[in-house]
């Protein structure tokens, strides 16, 4: 192979052989260039590492995300490491990019538009200067810091200080919500635009249950509900029980005549979005209504409204924001309203009672879309008990 194909050939003379070593790095760098050209412009390889989009996902499925779907995003940091997203293999905090160049936000065309319920691989969305600031300047960092949880603050602080938007974690949710969409959530249901949203056939939700022997289940009940395990609750007189559990387990679990009811999210939670619990007491089971930004629209503006579109404003589109008083400035001027610049869209977990997602972190940038989840094509189940190949989930699409 010749990969200097549009240099003449020397006239008259004989033509050095490549050794071996030389052959084999050419088909070595050839392999690479493909491959990369492969995963940036039609599709990439994803695991999934937690069980938030359980049983539409399982830990441990391996899948193919089609760039192609919603057209293949231009890199925006081309001068990177092949096949590695933001650190070096076997490294922990070595960079594999270089911020040397960074090119716009570009996407090619593709066959088919965003659409509600699609389920998207994308960039975590907080990895910005706002919510990370060192400085103490920033007031969405104060806001944010005073209200999350430790728990919360600890899955924020896990990534570093700022990356490059493509260069952030990759996360996979569900497309709940489309630009110009309203979702509200009212007693663990989800509502779009005032109409009952997508519930998951599978999914997963959170339930207590109180078993006639005053036990958790054993192993052979916990294999027939598909479970890995519950923790135990309340006292010794009055012992319960939480599993995630679909309806079907449910209907099971009632059969065998223990007491199971649901296990509702509906105290105050800090933390979540948009991070002020004192002006709008929600959590996961209640929620909104937020309307989720579109291009070309506009939303008028004041201090109870600017916390939701607080980094839409400044991290995603580069506006400087001031706030006096009562009285907000954009980039220099007041303003008592806001067009936006791009789509946004609102990503839910199908396991929505362990589902870090748009609920604790807003919206989600057409930027950071990378692509739709497009086919299951490998699968195993393990745990300290067991290990084994889930042959049935193997060339099954993503719904």
Same mark, same amino acid.
């Given at each position: 192979?010749?990969?200097?194909?549009?240099?003449?050939?020397?006239?008259?003379?004989?033509?050095?052989?490549?050794?071996?070593?030389?052959?084999?790095?050419?088909?070595?760098?050839?392999?690479?260039?493909?491959?990369?050209?492969?995963?940036?412009?039609?599709?990439?390889?994803?695991?999934?590492?937690?069980?938030?989009?359980?049983?539409?996902?399982?830990?441990?499925?391996?899948?193919?995300?089609?760039?192609?779907?919603?057209?293949?995003?231009?890199?925006?940091?081309?001068?990177?490491?092949?096949?590695?997203?933001?650190?070096?293999?076997?490294?922990?905090?070595?960079?594999?990019?270089?911020?040397?160049?960074?090119?716009?936000?570009?996407?090619?065309?593709?066959?088919?538009?965003?659409?509600?319920?699609?389920?998207?691989?994308?960039?975590?969305?907080?990895?910005?200067?706002?919510?990370?600031?060192?400085?103490?300047?920033?007031?969405?960092?104060?806001?944010?810091?005073?209200?999350?949880?430790?728990?919360?603050?600890?899955?924020?602080?896990?990534?570093?200080?700022?990356?490059?938007?493509?260069?952030?974690?990759?996360?996979?949710?569900?497309?709940?919500?489309?630009?110009?969409?309203?979702?509200?959530?009212?007693?663990? &249901? *989800?509502? @779009?635009? $005032?109409?009952?949203? !997508?519930?998951?056939?599978?999914?997963?939700?959170? =339930?207590?249950? %109180?078993?006639?022997?005053?036990?958790?289940?054993?192993?052979?009940?916990?294999?027939?509900?598909?479970?890995?395990?519950?923790?135990?609750?309340?006292?010794?007189?009055?012992?319960?029980?939480?599993?995630?559990?679909?309806?079907?387990?449910?209907?099971?679990?009632?059969?065998?005549?223990?007491?199971?009811?649901?296990?509702?999210?509906?105290?105050?939670?800090?933390?979540?979005?948009?991070?002020?619990?004192?002006?709008?007491?929600?959590?996961?089971?209640?929620?909104?209504?937020?309307?989720?930004?579109?291009?070309?629209?506009?939303?008028?503006?004041?201090?109870?409204?600017?916390?939701?579109?607080?980094?839409?404003?400044?991290?995603?589109?580069?506006? &400087? *924001?001031? @706030?006096? $008083?009562?009285?907000? !400035?954009?980039?220099?001027?007041?303003?008592?309203? =806001?067009?936006? %610049?791009?789509?946004?869209?609102?990503?839910?977990?199908?396991?929505?009672?362990?589902?870090?997602?748009?609920?604790?972190?807003?919206?989600?940038?057409?930027?950071?879309?990378?692509?739709?989840?497009?086919?299951?094509?490998?699968?195993?189940?393990?745990?300290?008990?067991?290990?084994?190949?889930?042959?049935?989930?193997?060339?099954?699409?993503?719904?």
């Amino acid at each position: 192979m010749k990969l200097f194909f549009w240099k003449r050939k020397t006239a008259g003379g004989p033509q050095k052989k490549k050794s071996k070593v030389r052959e084999w790095i050419d088909a070595a760098i050839f392999a690479v260039v493909v491959a990369t050209l492969i995963r940036t412009f039609l599709f990439e390889a994803f695991m999934i590492p937690s069980g938030s989009m359980e049983r539409t996902l399982l830990i441990h499925d391996y899948l193919f995300v089609s760039k192609i779907s919603y057209g293949p995003r231009i890199p925006m940091t081309p001068l990177a490491f092949p096949f590695a997203n933001h650190t070096l293999p076997f490294t922990k905090t070595t960079k594999a990019y270089s911020t040397a160049i960074q090119w716009p936000y570009r996407r090619l065309p593709g066959f088919s538009d965003i659409e509600r319920n699609d389920v998207i691989v994308f960039n975590y969305p907080c990895g910005d200067t706002a919510l990370y600031s060192k400085s103490g300047d920033d007031a969405d960092y104060y806001v944010m810091k005073r209200n999350m949880t430790p728990d919360t603050l600890k899955m924020f602080y896990s990534d570093p200080i700022y990356r490059p938007v493509d260069k952030r974690e990759t996360w996979i949710k569900r497309c709940v919500g489309i630009s110009g969409d309203t979702i509200m959530v009212a007693d663990g &249901q *989800l509502f @779009v635009n $005032g109409k009952s949203g !997508f519930e998951p056939p599978n999914a997963l939700t959170s =339930y207590r249950v %109180k078993t006639r022997s005053g036990k958790p289940f054993n192993d052979k009940q916990e294999k027939d509900l598909g479970l890995s395990g519950g923790y135990g609750l309340g006292t010794d007189s009055s012992r319960y029980y939480t599993y995630d559990l679909t309806k079907e387990a449910v209907a099971l679990v009632k059969k065998w005549g223990d007491t199971i009811y649901a296990d509702p999210k509906i105290q105050t939670r800090k933390g979540i979005f948009p991070g002020d619990p004192d002006k709008y007491a929600w959590s996961e089971d209640v929620y909104g209504p937020v309307y989720v930004p579109k291009k070309g629209a506009t939303v008028q503006l004041d201090t109870c409204v600017l916390p939701f579109y607080r980094r839409v404003i400044v991290n995603y589109e580069h506006n &400087q *924001l001031e @706030v006096k $008083g009562d009285k907000i !400035f954009i980039n220099g001027r007041e303003t008592k309203a =806001y067009t936006f %610049k791009m789509n946004y869209y609102w990503m839910m977990g199908d396991n929505r009672h362990q589902s870090i997602d748009s609920r604790f972190w807003g919206f989600v940038p057409e930027d950071h879309l990378i692509g739709k989840a497009w086919v299951i094509w490998f699968s195993f189940h393990k745990t300290y008990k067991d290990f084994y190949i889930r042959w049935s989930r193997f060339f099954t699409l993503i719904k």
